[in-house]
């Protein structure tokens, strides 16, 4: 953890990392995100100086990573398609002994309607970001972003905002009217991130052997291309030619981390993709990434890092498997990865019966007893019909 105070004003240019011809890559959006706080343009959300792990970005930059006290900004996809991921991410929080906020007044950051349809303006989207900030700001707590889609378009809002005078008037007259301030955070953090300067942690505190797992890990687009030099990188993982995140963790349980040739590409989803083409989507995820997996490394799992990618990869499998294609790779997140080598229950807490393929397999392989465990989330499911109770609180999920 940092005990270094925090800075008022960013490390000035002669105190930046150089590209290998000499030039700096991108600016630093620090350089402009104090500067406007200066000026008395916005607000900055810092993270507490005793609540940090600082990581290197792709350019050598540092990066904050929050520890406790974060506001969690939850995915639409996730709370709908794949619920595991979110509560996976929260049960992380509380076996780490991690304070966290779970709030009820985000709203969704709809960047569906900005990259798929783009039905919306710049002022209405960063209208939306600032406040989900603004509201993070006044609870007390920092964002830690759960999904990667939400995460890449508040990194290009904050590019917008930090560039454009007239879209940030636009933006603070929306807000005025909300009684909001304009706020924008210091670092803008993905949950990921988090996992990944706890996965000594996680490493601590496992109690499932994954030494016999063979695992590929798919990078989410809209976490290192999307604003490349933000993403975390790692000179000990791939000599820091990949983005160390998903990899890192998978390397600290123990299990066997494979690689594959189209590590780069898509997952398929593609925003406008899975909308207006879903059979290219199906197609890519399955022909151009899974069968590539299957042929290359033939893994016993698939870990991702990201809504859509864990949506496409997972769902995708059973058109192909259809026509008899090599699939059939179980897709699971680094969040519910990490809480099922914890020990965490796989369907009242991970909630693997909501995937698309056939992980039962994967369990077994794990020395996990999912007949049993479906059992037990039957019982569940048993005391929510009879109207015993409205819902499984954490302590039924134990």
């Known amino acids: 953890m940092s005990s270094l105070p925090i800075l008022n004003s960013p490390p000035k240019a002669k105190d930046r990392v150089f590209?290998?011809?000499?030039?700096?890559?991108?600016?630093?959006?620090?350089?402009l995100l104090f500067d406007l706080e200066a000026k008395g343009e916005l607000i900055v959300h810092?993270?507490?100086?005793?609540?940090?792990?600082?990581?290197?970005?792709?350019?050598?930059?540092?990066?904050?990573?929050?520890?406790?006290?974060?506001?969690?900004?939850?995915?639409?996809?996730?709370?709908?398609?794949?619920?595991?991921?979110?509560?996976?991410i929260f049960w992380l929080h509380r076996q780490l002994g991690y304070e966290y906020y779970d709030p009820k007044?985000?709203?969704?950051?709809?960047?569906?309607?900005?990259?798929?349809?783009?039905?919306?303006?710049?002022?209405?989207?960063?209208?939306?970001?600032?406040?989900?900030?603004?509201?993070?700001?006044?609870?007390?707590?920092f964002p830690l972003i759960h999904c990667g889609t939400s995460y890449g378009?508040?990194?290009?809002?904050?590019?917008?905002?930090?560039?454009?005078?007239?879209?940030?008037?636009?933006?603070?007259?929306?807000l005025d009217k909300l009684g909001k301030p304009l706020?924008?955070?210091?670092?803008?953090?993905h949950y990921s991130e988090w996992i990944h300067v706890m996965r000594d942690q996680i490493k601590a505190k496992q109690k499932v052997d994954f030494s016999k797992l063979t695992v590929t890990v798919h990078p989410a687009c809209h976490y290192h291309k999307l604003v490349v030099e933000d993403a975390i990188y790692?000179?000990?993982?791939?000599?820091?030619?990949?983005?160390?995140?998903?990899?890192?963790?998978?390397k600290s349980v123990g299990a066997n981390l494979a690689d594959y040739s189209t590590w780069h590409d898509c997952c398929g989803f593609g925003f406008r993709h899975i909308l207006v083409s879903r059979d290219f989507s199906r197609s890519f995820a399955t022909i151009r990434k899974i069968e590539r997996m299957k042929e290359e490394a033939d893994p016993d799992v698939l870990i991702t890092h990201d809504t859509g990618c864990v949506t496409t990869l997972d769902k995708s499998q059973f058109a192909t498997q259809a026509h008899d294609r090599?699939?059939?790779?179980?897709?699971?997140?680094?969040?519910?990865?990490?809480?099922?080598?914890?020990?965490?229950?796989?369907?009242?807490?991970?909630?693997?019966?909501?995937?698309?393929?056939?992980?039962?397999?994967?369990?077994?392989?794990?020395?996990?007893?999912?007949?049993?465990?479906?059992?037990?989330?039957?019982?569940?499911?048993?005391?929510?019909?009879?109207?015993?109770?409205?819902?499984?609180?954490?302590?039924?999920?134990?």
């Open 234 to 250: 790692d000179r000990d993982l791939y000599d820091g030619q990949r983005t160390a995140v998903v990899s890192s963790l998978v």
């Open 46 to 88: 810092r993270i507490a100086d005793d609540n940090f792990i600082e990581v290197d970005t792709k350019y050598g930059r540092k990066k904050k990573i929050p520890i406790q006290h974060t506001w969690h900004h939850k995915s639409c996809g996730q709370c709908g398609h794949i619920p595991g991921y979110s509560t996976s």
């Open 19 to 31: 590209d290998r011809k000499g030039h700096i890559p991108t600016e630093y959006f620090k350089d």
């Open 153 to 174: 378009h508040y990194k290009e809002t904050r590019n917008e905002i930090l560039h454009h005078q007239k879209l940030r008037d636009q933006v603070r007259r929306i």
């Open 183 to 189: 706020v924008f955070p210091e670092e803008i953090v």
């Open 105 to 141: 007044d985000q709203t969704s950051c709809t960047a569906w309607n900005y990259y798929a349809s783009s039905a919306s303006n710049s002022a209405a989207q960063a209208a939306i970001a600032i406040r989900n900030f603004a509201q993070a700001y006044e609870d007390g707590y």
């Open 326 to 398: 090599k699939v059939g790779i179980p897709v699971l997140s680094d969040a519910q990865f990490a809480a099922l080598a914890m020990g965490a229950h796989p369907y009242k807490v991970c909630q693997l019966h909501w995937h698309g393929v056939d992980n039962k397999p994967l369990m077994e392989k794990m020395g996990v007893d999912h007949k049993k465990a479906w059992a037990e989330f039957e019982v569940q499911v048993e005391r929510i019909k009879s109207g015993e109770i409205e819902f499984m609180s954490w302590e039924d999920a134990e």
